[in-house]
């Protein structure tokens, strides 16, 4: 099946940093990405849909200027957590739709701890 | 108000048996597809199975079978002869909308366990 990576696995970054966490699609072109947050016991909830060569589309309640999205290429989103707190420490998630399928395949994800 | 609604946070099944969880999701919309993921501990989402709004015929993938009752708004995940490795978070998730939009809405999770 289609396969999606993220890049790092997991990050330990200090308060007051930025991280910049990678999500590809490596054997399919992918338009449209998008990145979840998850807490621990909780569910995974929306924070954007990153759009090739557009601005991304932010969920409500989550600040586009703390968390940067870039979809330069077909199959490369970045995400940037920008001066992260340790209430910013989750795992991010991204997914991809495969063109023309319905399933939609995620990344293995990114557990941030923020001291 | 809720979209994708898990009611049981935590099932117990025993090994070789079959085990229901169930979701009921909330829409107008005529197109939508609904969804389930497996969550090890490990982290991952691994996709298992796929229902259209318009598909007439029950999915099955396996021996992952979706129980699709559109009047009733209801998805369940159907497990046939559970096994150890099933033991995972399990969440229910719709996408509102043609297939090109994309966005998935997700239940709060079932956490399945197996007894052997």
């Known amino acids: 099946g289609a396969v999606v990576s993220q890049h790092p696995s997991w990050v330990i970054c200090k308060s007051g940093t930025s991280v910049k966490i990678e999500c590809r699609s490596l054997d399919f072109q992918a338009t449209t990405m998008f990145w979840y947050r998850q807490f621990p016991k909780q569910s995974l909830m929306l924070m954007a849909t990153?759009?090739?060569?557009?601005?991304?589309?932010?969920e409500q309640g989550v600040e586009k200027d703390k968390f940067l999205i870039n979809h330069a290429s077909l199959t490369l989103s970045t995400l940037t957590v920008t001066s992260a707190h340790p209430e910013d420490s989750s795992f991010y998630i991204c997914?991809?739709?495969?063109?023309?399928?319905?399933?939609?395949?995620f990344g293995p994800g990114t557990r941030l701890t923020v001291l | 108000a809720q979209k994708i609604t898990q009611t049981q946070p935590g099932m117990f099944v025993q090994e070789k048996e079959a085990v229901t969880l169930d979701c009921t999701y909330d829409?107008?919309?005529?197109?939508?597809?609904l969804f389930w993921y497996k969550q090890p501990s490990s982290g991952e989402m691994i996709f298992l199975i796929y229902q259209g709004s318009y598909d007439e015929q029950n999915a099955t993938e396996g021996r992952y079978s979706l129980n699709f009752q559109k009047a009733r708004k209801s998805a369940n995940l159907v497990i046939s002869a559970s096994q150890l490795g099933d033991s995972a978070m399990y969440f229910c998730?719709?996408?509102?909308?043609?297939?090109?939009?994309?966005?998935?809405?997700f239940g709060q999770g079932t956490t399945l366990q197996v007894k052997p």
């Open positions: 998730a719709m996408r509102e909308g043609p297939s090109n939009t994309g966005k998935l809405i």
């Open positions: 997914s991809a739709r495969v063109p023309g399928h319905n399933e939609q395949f």
């Open positions: 990153s759009n090739e060569g557009s601005k991304a589309t932010y």
């Open positions: 829409t107008s919309d005529q197109s939508y597809g």
